[in-house]
């Protein structure tokens, strides 16, 4: 009944076959990045000439076009997104369209020097990923990202009143000994901190079964040190189970491969050539850039109409060039 009377609030072309309604939308704005990270991507990748990136304007008017069909949350990411000269010019240009929610998931390392300037537009949500607490660990894990630098703009987004969550995602025999610190980190520091499960996404399909560390064993590492974990109620769409630990930490756990959320998925993709893909397990779309507005609605559905049902196993793209 609610997605029945949701539905007549969006253009059908968001609706798909199985009830999803599209409400989030993904905006790639370069697959670059600073970081190596090493699940993310190789060492030496070829990355997107920028000649071929879409333009500020291409970005804030295809995100118009999409808004008004019923998009209401988008989340820029990456690659690292604050590589892109333009990062602060696209912030505004989206921050000034009707989006309920403007958000952001950045690896920290050049965000500092960007927050006054972004509290100034309509970008709340900061998710800044810090896969571990220990300098040398995070050093080798990203392949030189420098943590302090991190960190302190972690601190100054959250002091300067955004809603700053960090993104860790737990590997076996790398991390997965930090999980009990992570959350006590959030308890102290008052910010949530996510577990995101290792996916078969680039590098990913190679060292999985050695590395993923499924969602129930990162929630009885939590039980065992902390105890009891209260279920916080999300929106039937949100990625996270998330929850609140004895000691006041906020906890979400990302459960993309164990315990997989296709059935409610409401996200869509846009790369930083202008694809509008239906998933991030497909490395297929359609371009969006030029357009014409009274097109919009039958490339969408068309976009739409490819999502699949449940999981798909892997994708041998890495998450840098799809956009996470
Ligand atoms: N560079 C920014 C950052 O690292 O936050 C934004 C882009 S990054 C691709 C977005 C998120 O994808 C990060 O939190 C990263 O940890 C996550 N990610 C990358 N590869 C992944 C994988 N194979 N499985 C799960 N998450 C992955
Ligand atoms: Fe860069 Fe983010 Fe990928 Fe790390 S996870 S290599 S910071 S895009």
Same mark, same amino acid.
């Given at each position: 009944m609610i997605a029945q009377a949701k539905s007549q609030l969006v253009s059908s072309s968001l609706l798909d076959d199985h009830g999803r309604i599209m409400r989030k939308l993904r905006v790639s704005l370069t697959d670059a990045c600073n970081f190596r990270c090493f699940y993310c991507m190789e060492e030496n990748p070829v990355f997107t000439s920028p000649?071929?990136? #879409?333009? @500020?304007?291409?970005?804030?008017?295809?995100?118009?076009?999409?808004?008004?069909?019923?998009?209401?949350?988008?989340?820029?990411?990456?690659?690292? @997104?604050?590589?892109?000269?333009?990062? #602060?010019?696209?912030?505004?240009?989206?921050?000034a369209l009707p989006v309920k929610t403007l958000a952001v998931t950045t690896n920290g390392h050049y965000l500092e020097k960007l927050l006054p300037q972004l509290k100034g537009t309509n970008l709340s949500k900061i998710n800044i990923s810090v896969d571990s607490l220990d300098e040398g660990r995070f050093h080798t894990i990203t392949r030189g990202g420098d943590l302090r630098k991190v960190m302190s703009a972690l601190f100054r987004a959250r002091d300067m009143g955004f809603e700053a969550k960090v993104n860790a995602i737990i590997f076996r025999g790398i991390n997965d000994d930090e999980v009990v610190e992570f959350a006590r980190f959030s308890a102290k520091e008052k910010i949530e901190v996510r577990f995101l499960e290792y996916m078969k996404i680039g590098p990913g399909i190679n060292d999985f079964e050695t590395r993923f560390v499924p969602a129930r064993e990162i929630r009885s590492k939590l039980q065992e040190a902390l105890g009891m974990l209260t279920a916080v109620s999300m929106?039937?769409?949100?990625?996270?189970?998330?929850?609140?630990?004895?000691?006041?930490?906020?906890?979400?756990?990302?459960?993309?491969?164990?315990? @997989?959320?296709?059935?409610?998925?409401?996200?869509?993709?846009?790369?930083?050539?202008?694809? #509008?893909?239906?998933?991030?397990?497909?490395?297929?779309?359609?371009?969006?850039?030029?357009v014409a507005s009274e097109d919009y609605p039958a490339i969408v559905s068309k976009i739409v109409a490819l999502k699949p049902e449940g999981r798909l196993p892997e994708i041998a793209q890495g998450m840098y060039q799809i956009g996470g």
């Open positions: 000649s071929k990136l #879409l333009s @500020p304007l291409e970005i804030e008017n295809i995100c118009r076009e999409l808004i008004s069909m019923g998009l209401e949350e988008i989340r820029i990411t990456g690659g690292e @997104p604050t590589l892109r000269p333009e990062f #602060l010019e696209i912030v505004e240009r989206l921050s929106p039937h769409d949100s990625t996270a189970k998330v929850y609140a630990t004895s000691e006041g930490g906020r906890i979400g756990i990302i459960a993309s491969e164990s315990e @997989p959320f296709c059935g409610d998925c409401s996200r869509l993709r846009l790369s930083a050539t202008g694809m #509008l893909r239906p998933c991030i397990m497909m490395n297929t779309g359609l371009s969006l850039r030029g």
